[in-house]
């Protein structure tokens, strides 16, 4: 067995994610579902054969060195992949996500028009969030993608790893990969103030000092887009404040309140009639208000403000949820586990078939 046998069947397979295990098939994730190729179990031998095809003497040495390594690397045809590799009972394993072959349009990946409006924006933070497998890297991407059509702009990625590459279309477009172009998001991210961005773009802000960078970057006129890992939009702010110390919390509060134009958080659902899935957003806008409530540390008030938004632009989880199932994109019990005021969905489901 080759590695890229492997990425080929997964390609075959339109599969988003393939897993390497000791004792089991290969095993692909389709349309949010891991589905084992047929065959025989795969051994430790043949999956440390496979890692190593895959690296380079230096990743491989950094990988006996550590035990664990994420690189993004190129399979001819068959596109980019993102190589996660680790250790499971004292042997090496393997986690591989296909990366996109090309971007899709938003009506294809089923983001709210408002995503559009939010790549346009000069200056400020925007947030994508959400748990791993969501789409958070797609959708970052395709918003590079809209200003790099439409702006003659300087675009600076600091990524872990680059997962695709933007051609030149207006803009400059320089994407940089931890460990193999830069040190660490920090390190790389102070630098890039000096490279005249005017859009900067954080694979994931993980510690306080790449946080606070970036909110001066979006303070100072730049075009900030990061990811983060929380739950949901309004448990964002909390999420950056808390990274802080309680000395430092109040100007943080301060620099979040003026710069942040938007959170968007997404989850995944299965399709109710088609296989596949299907996005949901929980969006969250920098209004007057908003910023009022972070300043001041009301944070508890921003899931009202969500609710109170629609005007602009503004949903909550459990909206996105009930209008999902109510096109029949998802299914009653879909919305009901994933919501967060469960009893509400339902209440509102019943009302609207009830004759």
């Not at 000092?209 to 890992?229: C, N, Q, R, S």
Request: charged share 20%; glycine share 8%; net charge neutral.
């Amino acid at each position: 067995m080759k590695i890229h046998t492997v990425i080929e069947a997964g390609r075959r397979h339109n599969a988003s994610d393939i897993h390497l295990l000791v004792g089991l098939p290969p095993m692909f994730r389709i349309g949010g579902s891991i589905t084992p190729a047929k065959g025989e179990g795969l051994t430790a031998e043949i999956i440390r054969s496979l890692v190593l095809e895959c690296l380079t003497p230096a990743q491989a040495e950094r990988l006996e060195r550590e035990w664990q390594l994420c690189v993004s690397l190129v399979f001819g045809d068959f596109g980019r992949a993102r190589i996660t590799v680790y250790k499971r009972c004292g042997n090496v394993e393997m986690s591989i996500r296909m990366s996109e072959k090309r971007i899709r349009s938003r009506d294809e990946l089923g983001l709210p028009s408002i995503v559009d409006d939010l790549a346009r924006k000069p200056h400020g933070l925007i947030i994508l969030t959400g748990p791993t497998g969501v789409g958070k890297t797609t959708t970052f991407h395709y918003m590079l993608d809209l200003i790099n059509a439409e702006r003659a702009c300087k675009i600076i990625t600091i990524e872990d790893p680059v997962e695709y590459v933007h051609a030149f279309k207006r803009s400059i477009v320089v994407q940089q990969e931890v460990l193999v172009d830069v040190h660490d998001f920090t390190s790389a991210l102070r630098h890039v103030l000096r490279q005249d961005p005017d859009v900067i773009a954080v694979g994931e802000m993980r510690d306080p000092d790449t946080i606070y960078t970036a909110l001066v970057a979006a303070e100072t006129g730049h075009l900030v887009i990061a990811t983060l890992h929380t739950p949901g939009a309004a448990e964002v702010v909390q999420r950056l404040v808390s990274a802080f110390p309680d000395g430092q919390q109040g100007e943080v509060r301060h620099m979040l309140s003026s710069s942040l134009q938007a959170v968007v958080a997404q989850q995944l659902l299965p399709r109710a009639a088609s296989p596949g899935q299907c996005l949901c957003c929980e969006i969250l806008i920098g209004t007057q208000a908003v910023r009022h409530h972070i300043r001041e540390n009301s944070t508890h008030l921003l899931y009202s403000e969500i609710q109170a938004g629609k005007k602009h632009g503004m949903v909550t989880l459990d909206q996105s949820l009930l209008d999902l199932y109510q096109r029949g994109e998802i299914t009653y019990e879909s919305a009901v586990g994933l919501a967060k005021h469960a009893d509400a969905i339902k209440k509102r489901a019943s009302s609207a078939i009830a004759p």
